[in-house]
């Protein structure tokens, strides 16, 4: 069936072949993307090669990976795939510093026994030591990944959110009695000192539209940019595509993507579309229906993202669909990315999703329209984070309490 429906649409767009979407991103200003998770087999890297400017790892890079031990750190499998990005002139994103999952046992288990000033000081050494590692390698970092819960009832770590995330030891980090979520701001500021020639990103979820979350993260980054300590905002975009629903949270509605992005974007932030994917339902098999609209949700979102001069990545997390996390962590769901498990000629396969990305890049900005847009002002205050990894004061700093004023648009 798709050998009849792809070369129709590709008549139809006027699209050769040969144009990869390595090669239409480059022609727009942008990079696509894909999370690796190794470089070890031949058809995955030969697609990677082909059809993405930028690569991320995908769990090679996070604390539980890199840093084995209190003084001691792992860089054999995050290297493997920085080098492969680097050799072939990739845009390479580091993912990612400050999050509450994926952490080494040594840290996780009984015996880190952490105090705030403790943690504070193995976030430096942790942020330090890989920023030193990468340094000329890496293009942007996750710095902090995912500080807002995700039910947007507030700051996740140490808040006694109900998820067993809150468990993790940086929550020793806060001062949440005290809503103090400083280390926010003193993760940005080691990263800063630690190699100023990096971007420097705070990256979420479901926060892309317009919603409690979206504002919870909208301050969290004008804050930070307020102190120039934040460069970009990373939108992971992890949508669902189903028959009647268009996602979740206020997350996957394209009109108020486009209203989000302006306001990031007016506070003079990159913006980048941090681990896109868009899983549909598998069990039972999706229908022609289903397949068409998921293939829309793809262009549409590559649509928005250059319809803003602010967005400049657009990375898929993963490179084809049997590599993808969606199908262990959601049952009866997957084909969430760009290419499938079949392969000719030494590549993957790609699907009806590809070609709507490639005919995005193609067209002219179709998601450009104005919006009404409404700015929520920030009044953070100033400097809290002590770079000699203690606590300069003891005023509370929650993004979630700070004072919105909305701003008329002009
Ligand atoms: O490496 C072990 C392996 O030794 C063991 O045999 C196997 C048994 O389950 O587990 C393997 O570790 C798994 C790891 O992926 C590597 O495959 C973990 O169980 C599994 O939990 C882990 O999942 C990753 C997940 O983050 C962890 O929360 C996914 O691959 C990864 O795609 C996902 O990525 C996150 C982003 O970093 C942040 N945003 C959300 C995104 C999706 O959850």
Same mark, same amino acid.
């Given at each position: 069936?798709?050998?009849?429906?792809?070369?129709?649409?590709?008549?139809?767009?006027?699209?050769?072949?040969?144009?990869?979407?390595?090669?239409?991103?480059?022609?727009?200003?942008?990079?696509?993307?894909?999370?690796?998770?190794?470089?070890?087999?031949?058809?995955?890297?030969?697609?990677?090669?082909?059809?993405?400017?930028?690569?991320?790892?995908?769990?090679?890079?996070?604390?539980?990976?890199?840093?084995?031990?209190?003084?001691?750190f792992s860089y054999s499998g995050a290297d493997a795939i920085v080098n492969f990005?680097?050799?072939?002139?990739?845009?390479?994103?580091?993912?990612?510093?400050?999050?509450?999952?994926?952490?080494?046992?040594?840290?996780?288990?009984?015996?880190?026994?952490?105090?705030?000033?403790?943690?504070?000081?193995?976030?430096?050494?942790?942020?330090?030591?890989?920023?030193?590692?990468?340094?000329?390698?890496?293009?942007?970092?996750?710095?902090?990944?995912?500080?807002?819960?995700?039910?947007?009832?507030?700051?996740?770590?140490?808040?006694?959110?109900?998820?067993?995330? %809150?468990?993790?030891?940086? !929550?020793?980090? #806060?001062?949440?009695? *005290?809503?103090?979520?400083?280390? /926010?701001?003193? $993760? =940005?500021?080691?990263?800063?000192?630690?190699?100023?020639?990096?971007?420097?990103?705070?990256?979420?979820?479901?926060?892309?539209?317009?919603?409690?979350?979206?504002?919870?993260?909208?301050?969290?980054?004008?804050?930070?940019?307020?102190?120039?300590?934040?460069?970009?905002?990373?939108?992971?975009?992890?949508?669902?595509?189903?028959?009647?629903?268009?996602?979740?949270?206020?997350?996957?509605?394209?009109a108020e993507m486009v209203s989000n992005f302006q306001r990031l974007a007016a506070?003079?932030?990159?913006?980048?579309?941090?681990?896109?994917?868009?899983?549909?339902?598998?069990?039972?098999?999706?229908?022609?229906?289903?397949?068409?609209?998921?293939?829309?949700?793809?262009?549409?979102?590559?649509?928005?993202?250059?319809? %803003?001069?602010?967005?400049? !990545?657009?990375? #898929?997390?993963?490179? *084809?669909?049997?590599?993808?996390? /969606?199908?262990? $962590? =959601?049952?009866?769901?997957?084909?969430?990315?760009?290419?499938?498990?079949?392969?000719?000629?030494?590549?993957?396969?790609?699907?009806?999703?590809?070609?709507?990305?490639?005919?995005?890049?193609?067209?002219?900005?179709?998601?450009?329209?104005?919006?009404?847009?409404?700015?929520?002002?920030?009044?953070?205050?100033?400097?809290?984070?002590?770079?000699?990894?203690?606590?300069?004061?003891?005023?509370?700093?929650?993004?979630?309490?700070?004072?919105?004023?909305?701003?008329?648009?002009k």
């Amino acid at each position: 069936m798709r050998f009849l429906f792809v070369p129709a649409l590709l008549i139809c767009a006027g699209i050769s072949h040969a144009q990869t979407l390595k090669s239409l991103a480059q022609s727009r200003g942008i990079y696509v993307g894909a999370a690796a998770s190794g470089v070890t087999n031949a058809t995955y890297d030969t697609t990677l090669n082909r059809e993405f400017n930028g690569i991320v790892c995908e769990n090679a890079m996070k604390f539980g990976s890199i840093m084995t031990g209190e003084n001691a750190f792992s860089y054999s499998g995050a290297d493997a795939i920085v080098n492969f990005g680097v050799a072939r002139g990739m845009y390479v994103r580091g993912h990612n510093f400050i999050w509450h999952k994926q952490m080494p046992g040594w840290f996780s288990g009984t015996t880190y026994v952490p105090s705030r000033d403790s943690t504070f000081r193995m976030m430096k050494k942790y942020i330090n030591n890989v920023m030193a590692h990468y340094r000329g390698k890496i293009n942007e970092w996750d710095i902090v990944n995912e500080a807002v819960a995700r039910d947007s009832s507030g700051m996740r770590l140490g808040s006694g959110y109900s998820d067993a995330s %809150q468990n993790s030891k940086w !929550a020793a980090l #806060t001062d949440a009695p *005290n809503h103090n979520f400083d280390y /926010i701001d003193s $993760a =940005f500021a080691y990263a800063r000192r630690a190699d100023s020639n990096v971007l420097l990103i705070y990256n979420d979820y479901d926060c892309e539209g317009m919603g409690k979350k979206s504002n919870y993260v909208y301050n969290i980054v004008a804050g930070l940019k307020n102190k120039g300590l934040v460069d970009g905002i990373g939108l992971q975009c992890h949508f669902y595509v189903g028959p009647s629903t268009s996602g979740s949270n206020g997350a996957w509605v394209p009109a108020e993507m486009v209203s989000n992005f302006q306001r990031l974007a007016a506070l003079g932030l990159r913006i980048s579309l941090t681990e896109v994917d868009m899983r549909i339902q598998t069990n039972p098999a999706p229908d022609s229906a289903l397949l068409a609209k998921q293939r829309e949700g793809y262009k549409t979102l590559m649509g928005i993202c250059l319809a %803003q001069p602010a967005c400049k !990545a657009f990375f #898929t997390w993963g490179v *084809n669909d049997s590599q993808s996390w /969606i199908p262990g $962590a =959601f049952s009866g769901y997957g084909q969430a990315l760009l290419f499938d498990n079949t392969s000719a000629n030494g590549v993957y396969n790609r699907k009806a999703v590809y070609y709507g990305v490639q005919e995005a890049l193609t067209a002219t900005s179709i998601w450009g329209h104005k919006t009404n847009l409404k700015i929520i002002a920030d009044d953070h205050q100033s400097h809290r984070f002590d770079l000699r990894g203690r606590l300069v004061t003891a005023l509370p700093y929650n993004p979630i309490f700070v004072t919105k004023k909305t701003v008329n648009p002009k």
